[in-house]
T-cell receptor, first 109, second 109 residues
């Protein structure tokens, strides 16, 4: 996927642990997004950022925090992971169309 | 939040034309309609985007009536590799990028 890089690709956490998913884009886009996708379901918006320094809640923000410190990077943090947060997480940035990262598979045990 | 409505699933056979319709009653003036395709374990990828009337590219056509409250994605002569989930959503305007549940298309031999 052109221009959007997510790390890590796979992660296993214990309940209560914290972690940060990193996302970076090199297309100079203003808007960036974090989604989660549970098995067999559609994507649900967690948080989005319309520009550097601004963030807003999406459909399912509880249990997550985000940070948009610069135009290029938008990180998603789980402060105290729960098994319900086991999911695939996609970062995206918006130019003329939306570009998605390859996804981060997170398992919370 | 902007919402779209699509059929949950569709079945087709190789070589047939497939039309998937999406309803979006609360589309805003600045919104474009965009369709995405998603294969298992991958992020969604852009198919086609339009504002009104008809748009065609090398893989699909998009029909949007004058009132813009719905849109139809047309896939000509589908093949087995078109089996995927298809999403429509608004982009480019003031709505957050909210994905619906998508349409699961199964193409059979």
């Amino acid at each position: 996927n052109a221009g959007v890089t997510q790390t890590p690709k796979f992660q296993v956490l214990k309940t209560g642990q914290s972690m940060t998913l990193q996302c970076a884009q090199d297309m100079n886009h203003n808007s960036m997004y974090w989604y989660r996708q549970d098995p067999g379901m559609g994507l649900r918006l967690i948080y989005y950022s319309a520009s550097e320094g601004t963030t807003d809640k999406g459909e399912v923000p509880n249990g997550y925090n985000v940070s948009r410190l610069n135009k290029r990077e938008f990180s998603l943090r789980l402060e105290s992971a729960a098994p319900s947060q086991t999911s695939v997480y996609f970062c995206a940035s918006e130019g003329n169309t939306i570009y998605f990262g390859e996804g981060s598979w997170l398992t919370v045990v | 939040l902007a919402k779209t409505t699509q059929p949950i699933s569709m079945d087709s056979y190789e070589g047939q034309e497939v039309n998937i319709t999406c309803s979006h009653n609360n589309i805003a003036t600045n919104d474009y309609i965009t369709w995405y395709q998603q294969f298992p374990s991958q992020g969604p990828r852009f198919i086609i985007q339009g504002y009104k009337t008809k748009v065609t590219n090398e893989v699909a056509s998009l029909f949007i009536p004058a009132d813009r409250k719905s849109s139809t994605l047309s896939l000509p002569r589908v093949s087995l590799s078109d089996t995927a989930v298809y999403y429509c959503l608004f982009s480019g305007g003031y709505n957050k990028l909210i994905f619906g549940a998508g349409t699961r298309l199964a193409v059979h031999p």
